[in-house]
């Protein structure tokens, strides 16, 4: 019971502890459009600490921009500066990204592989044609894609035949108007 109550207690301190908070400001919103707005905040592991930061502002119109820094690993701070607009988001580094040994590894092979198709290509050399068929079926497969291609020619004659009833009819339905109109050679609006 007395460890419960220590968990508790160690949980809500951990959740309420907001002394790594060094700095926050922000501006209040306009009610209606556009929407400017500015915010900013600065945050540390320790009390006193800032290891991250981040500010942002936009214009309203739908342009924001804005830069945060923060503390990686090796204790070097990297920082971000962004343009966001209707163009996409546009990050700038303060540092260079460094490729794994699997992404070098990657890269390496991909420019290879492209160098030799781009050869092959300016040589004029033929390749070969590779046949256009699907995966292997197993004959559940074929059997519910005839069984769907039978259904789909059913209902296609379904489908012909009660458009060719509905124009037998409409043809009908014309030919009988047609003689009603040349019954007196007068027009009746309330025929139509």
Known sequence: MKLFIFASVCIAFAVADVSHIVGYHTTPQPAGPPNPYVFSYQAGRAPGHVDRQHTEVSDGSGVIRGAFSYVDPKNQVRTVQYVADEHG???????????????????????????????????????????????????????????????????AAEHAALGAQQEAERLALAAQNHYEDEEDGQYHPERY
Request: neutral net charge; without cysteine.
């Open 89 to 155: 988001f546009h990050p700038q580094l303060s540092h260079q990204l460094e490729d794994s040994e699997a992404v070098k590894a990657a890269k390496q092979k991909h420019f290879a592989l492209y160098n030799r198709i781009a050869q092959q290509h300016a040589s004029g050399a033929q390749h070969p044609e590779i046949p256009l068929t699907g995966p292997n079926q197993s004959e559940a497969v074929v059997r519910a894609t005839n069984k769907h291609l039978s259904e789909f020619e059913r209902i």
